[in-house]
Every structure is written in C-alpha cells, then in structure tokens.
C-alpha cells in the first residue's frame, strides 16, 4: 500500500491536462476512425456540447476474433489532427506498442490511452511505459478485460515509474462469461476500491464499453455520476448503425449532446 501512496500524491490533477468546468465532462467521439468525413461531421456535431473536452478515436483496433475491421492505421491520426485543427479540440486515441507511441508523438496526438485487452498484458504495458520514458503526455488506462485490480494497479505504476504523472484510470466494465444486460458488467467495487487506494488518480467512466447498447449508456453514465465520478469517455458516430466497430453502442452527435444536457440537468454542480 505504502508505494502506492506516494504515487497517488505525486498525480498530476485532471484540471492540469483536460477542462473540468462541467458536469459531467466528456471525451468523446467514434469507436473507429473511419474517414476524414466521418470524423469531422462528428466533430462538428459534438463540439456544439460545452460539455465536450476532447475527441477520441481509435485508429488500431484491437478485435478480440480476427477477420473484423482492425483499424485504418496511421492516416487517421491526420484525420485526428484535421478534428484538432478545425474544433480546437484535443484529441485522443489507443496505443498498444511502441509503433503506435512514435507515430501518435510525431503527429501531435495530445492524450494516449491504453486498450482494455492491453493492459491484462504486463509485458505490453512495460513496452508502452518504456517508449513513454520522459515524455509528457496524459495517458488513460482502460481496466484490464478481466476482473483484476492488480493488473491495473500495475499498469498505472508502470507508467508512474518512467515519469508519466498525467494520469487517470479508465473504467470500461469487465468481460463475463455469462449473460447480463451489459455488454461488460461494471463491478463497481473494482473501480471503487482503486480509487480508495489511489485517491488522487482521476477516474473516468466509459458507459458506452459497459452498456453494449445505446439505451443503456445513459443510465450507466448516471451511475457514474452517482458513485461521483464526472469524465466520462463516451463513443459516437454519425451514423452508428454503419460504424465498423461497436455500431451497437454508439450514439449520434445530437442524442450524446441530448444526453449531457439531461445528466447536467440531474447533477449539475458547476
Ligand atoms: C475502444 O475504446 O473502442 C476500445 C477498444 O475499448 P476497450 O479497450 O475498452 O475494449
Ligand atoms: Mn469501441
């Protein structure tokens, strides 16, 4: 425990990398980078949400059966900083060697994150944290696919250790082998009991990887905000019935702006 003390102190707070002057406060975008136009036309849609801080987007998809969309590669990360350039927005997307690491700093990506089927992997992690020796940037970490805190614990002092102190845990539910209204069931005491041992690292919620669908992704955010956790990374297309990944669960720019509104209704703060 005592390790894990220090390193909470030394977190960078989330205000320090990311806006936080809404409730809730929101990363959102496509689960997959598509086109350039499919991402600007989501851009612009969701930027009209002062709720909106940045814009996500996966440009290497990490499929768990071979055979689906795995990503368009390298050229999304142009479409990311077209997004950047035109909205303002910082932009963020998934990481999972030390490839992607270069590519994602030559082209100005300015928040990494760490996919869920990479952080079961301490091999992975470490070749992650290595290539990010020294360099500041904010990077999230997805829980594990499976239900082990110490994974996760472990993926974050990983990064800790080579200097990375803009961090935040992101919780995206746990991969179960039986049937449940979500898609990957929450287990809130997981991402409760991480932050009981790691109080000052941010905790983010993505609904939209817990839900599966999109009737579900409110009533998950509202959860969230229940338990007191305000960023949210939530997942939207312009036509989500045609994304190719994750069309399920993706909601359209107006209906995610929608939504903010009325979780801001219920649980305005600020
Ligand atoms: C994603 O964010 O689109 C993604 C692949 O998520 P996860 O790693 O949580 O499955
Ligand atoms: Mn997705």
């Known amino acids: 425990i005592e390790p894990l003390k220090k390193l909470s102190r030394a977190i960078a707070p989330v205000e320090k990398w990311l806006p936080q002057d809404r409730v809730p406060w929101v990363i959102a975008g496509p689960c997959s980078a598509e086109s350039l136009q499919q991402m600007l036309a989501t851009a612009r849609g969701l930027v009209k949400s002062s709720h909106?801080?940045?814009f996500r987007a996966g440009v290497w998809k990490p499929r768990t059966r071979p055979n689906a969309f795995e990503g368009i590669g390298a050229v999304g990360l142009d479409w990311l900083k077209a997004v950047k350039d035109e909205t303002g927005l910082p932009t963020a997307t998934e990481v999972a060697n030390t490839e992607h690491i270069e590519l994602c700093l030559k082209a100005g990506v300015d928040i990494l994150w760490i996919?869920?089927?990479?952080?079961?992997?301490?091999?992975?992690?470490?070749?992650?944290?290595?290539a990010l020796r020294g360099v500041d940037i904010p990077v999230l970490v997805k829980n594990p696919v499976n239900a082990d805190l110490g994974l996760?614990?472990?993926?974050?002092?990983?990064?800790?250790?080579?200097?990375?102190?803009?961090?935040?845990?992101l919780h995206?539910?746990?991969?179960?082998y039986v049937e449940t209204e979500f898609r990957n069931p929450p287990n809130w005491q997981i991402p409760i009991e991480l932050k009981r041992r790691l109080p000052n690292l941010p905790l983010i919620c993505d609904p939209s990887h817990i839900a599966g669908v999109r009737h579900l992704v409110e009533p998950v955010a509202q959860m969230a905000l229940d338990l007191g956790i305000t960023g949210l990374m939530i997942?939207?297309?312009?036509?989500?019935?045609?994304?190719?990944s994750d069309a399920k669960q993706q909601l359209t720019p107006k209906d995610l702006c929608r939504m903010?509104?009325?979780?801001?209704?219920?649980n305005a703060t600020v």
């Open 235 to 244: 997942e939207s297309h312009v036509q989500p019935d045609e994304a190719l």
């Open 172 to 176: 995206r539910g746990f991969s179960t």
């Open 52 to 54: 909106v801080k940045a």
């Open 115 to 130: 996919g869920a089927r990479t952080t079961v992997s301490p091999f992975s992690v470490q070749e992650i944290a290595n």
């Open 260 to 266: 903010l509104e009325r979780l801001r209704a219920r």
């Open 152 to 169: 996760w614990l472990g993926a974050v002092e990983r990064l800790f250790d080579v200097g990375i102190r803009k961090l935040a845990a």
